[in-house]
């Protein structure tokens, strides 16, 4: 799914004036931002090269400090603050990593600092934030919730909100990673960038556009946290009914009217990605990239497994950021196992004799594939009276392999379903 541009010099519709920060302005912020946020790595994937038929390239925000690129907006949003402003202290809400941005900039800049978090945030996120010295609050179950309570929180007691993503500040910010993609990857012709409250993609389309109006940048959100999407085609920002994701970095329920008019005027594109491509673009990124993503960092990689041949190369995507809990890691490896093919889950009817099951398990260990668990029915009305089904989880290297085992076994007369 996705929603196009309809012309690269498409107007906005007519709507409120808005700040939007320049070229000029996100060069200012980058040398505000020198010894702050760091100059992240980028460097060439062999196995994206090797699928889209061309030079990819990966922009690692997840080794950015605090584990994401909102260090960069959250610090230059507060230092530019008033000095009575500074010490009214500030207010943000997150699901952990503009979080982590904010507690971390407070600390560095001497500012009190609260944040408004979902329940169920992950663990490792909420005790980063706690660590940098900000008060942890739990509200609702979304981002979207928590900024209601964290505007309320500013109301009475005059701290400073920080939006995660909802101000000319902080899409400068982030804009300073566009400067970078190009240093890095100068004959860059496709950015893809993970997308939630569109604070980072307008940054960088920003600058990227401004240098390099021919590179196409290319948003990627989550199926079921998706709000650009109906927004776009709406020319306005549009409140989404409901949201269901893994991707909490990314589960914005309304774009922000800041980023939604620069990615108006700068995204060529806005594209969606599932939960099984966002399982599998984890897991692929960890192992062949060695790299540890979030599943709402690695929605760009998603994005380019999906649909390799959509991107012009040399392509830049962006891992967004890296603080996973490892509970959840676990679940999403997994869950992204079973989407490559690397589980098979099947049913076979042996005959109950002995030595039955050691022949069927024979034949598995013939085609090498590795048995993960192993459970017997004897009690059914579908299962005559010598027979046995067998419900079995085996590890195989991928969907042409798991083919493979199971046409084997059906040669072997056993018979199968899944």
Same mark, same amino acid.
């Given at each position: 799914?996705?929603?196009d541009r309809?012309?690269?010099?498409a107007?906005p519709p007519?709507g409120?004036?808005l700040?939007?920060?320049?070229l000029?302005?996100?060069e ?6 020198r ?7 980028m460097? @060439?994937?062999?196995?994206?090269s090797?699928?889209?038929g ?6 690692a925000?997840?080794l950015?400090r605090t584990?994401?690129?909102?260090i960069?907006?959250?610090y230059?949003r507060m230092?530019r603050?008033?000095d009575?402003?500074?010490a ?5 809400a997150?699901?952990?990593n ?8 407070a600390?560095m800049?001497g500012i009190?600092?609260t ?22 609050v739990?509200?609702g179950v979304?981002i ?5 309570a964290?505007?309320r929180?500013?109301a009475?007691?005059g701290?400073?909100?920080i939006?995660p ?7 400068t910010?982030?804009?300073t990673c566009g ?5 890095q990857?100068?004959?860059?012709r496709?950015v893809?960038v993970?997308t939630?409250?569109g604070?980072f993609?307008a940054?960088?389309a920003?600058?990227?556009k401004?240098?390099r109006p021919e590179?196409r940048v290319?948003?990627?959100?989550a199926?079921?946290a998706?709000a650009y999407v109906?927004?776009?085609?709406e020319?306005?920002?549009v ?9 909490d970095g990314i589960?914005v329920?309304c774009?922000?009217?800041?980023p939604?008019r620069a990615?108006q005027?700068?995204?060529?594109e806005?594209?969606?990605v599932?939960?099984?491509?966002l399982?599998?673009?984890?897991l ?6 060695k790299?540890v993503?979030?599943?709402?960092g ?5 994005a380019l497994?999906?649909a390799?041949d ?6 830049v ?7 996973v ?13 079973a989407s ?13 004799v002995p030595g039955?099951l050691?022949?069927l398990?024979? @034949?598995?260990?013939g085609?090498q594939a590795n048995?993960?668990d192993v459970?017997?029915?004897r009690?059914?009305a ?8 067998v419900h ?6 991928g969907?042409?392999h798991?083919?493979?085992v ?12 899944q």
């Open positions: 799914m996705s929603a309809t012309a690269p010099d107007v007519a409120p004036r700040s939007l920060p320049s000029q302005d996100i200012v912020a980058r040398e505000a931002l010894g702050v946020s760091v100059y992240t790595p460097e @060439e994937s062999r196995w994206l090797a699928l889209a061309g030079r990819v390239m990966i922009k925000e997840n950015q584990g994401s690129f909102k960069r907006g959250a230059l230092a603050l008033s009575e402003e500074k009214h202290g500030v207010v943000a997150s699901a952990g503009h979080a982590q941005g904010v507690a971390l900039a600390q800049l009190k600092a944040v408004f978090m979902p329940e169920g945030a992950p663990i490792p996120k909420e005790k980063a934030t706690r660590a940098y010295g900000a008060k942890v739990f509200h979304s979207d919730e928590g900024l209601v964290a505007k929180f500013a009475e007691t701290a400073v909100l939006h993503f909802d101000h000319v500040d902080i899409v910010g982030q804009g400067l970078e993609i190009l240093e990857c100068p004959d860059a496709t893809v993970p939630g409250g604070g993609i940054g960088i920003t600058a990227v401004a240098l590179v290319v948003g990627v959100q199926e079921g998706a109906p927004s776009l085609a020319g306005r920002p409140a989404l009914g409901s949201m269901k994701t893994m991707a589960a329920g774009p922000g009217d800041v939604f990615i005027q700068h995204v060529d806005m594209v969606t599932s939960e099984e491509s399982s599998r673009a984890l692929m990124t960890l192992e062949r990239a790299l993503v979030e599943p709402a690695a929605a760009a990689v998603a497994l999906d390799p959509r991107y012009e190369t040399p392509a995507v962006v891992l967004s950021g890296g603080n809990d490892p509970l959840l890691m676990m679940r999403v490896i997994r869950h992204g196992l490559a093919g690397r589980y098979l889950v099947f049913r076979a009817r042996i005959p109950d039955g050691a022949r398990l024979n @034949e598995l260990a085609v048995v993960l459970v017997h029915e009690t059914s579908t299962l005559h009276l010598d027979e046995v089904e079995l989880q085996v590890e195989t290297r969907v042409d798991a083919a493979r199971l046409d084997h076994l059906r040669g072997c007369g056993y018979s199968i379903s």
